[in-house]
């Protein structure tokens, strides 16, 4: 599975954290999720985390999604 990548995260004013995308915004995070997730980014991989964090990571069920009958063209 290919790891993800493109990710960047800014701290702003206020505990506000931007996560971003290949330059596009992915989600902000305040207050305590803000706060569990620089602590996370900080005690692992980056990448995964924000992936995480923002929904944007691969689920191992893309080929038997492709694969089924009613997505077949």
Known sequence: MPRPHGFTYEQH???????SHHGRPATTLNG????????EVE???PQ???AR???N????NERTAR????NRR
């Open 13 to 19: 004013a206020g505990g506000t954290v931007r996560i």
């Open 32 to 39: 305590p999720r803000a706060d569990r997730f620089l602590a």
């Open 43 to 45: 005690s692992s991989d």
């Open 48 to 50: 995964l985390v924000m």
């Open 53 to 55: 964090w923002t929904g």
């Open 57 to 60: 990571y691969k689920r191992g």
């Open 67 to 70: 694969d089924h009958p009613r």
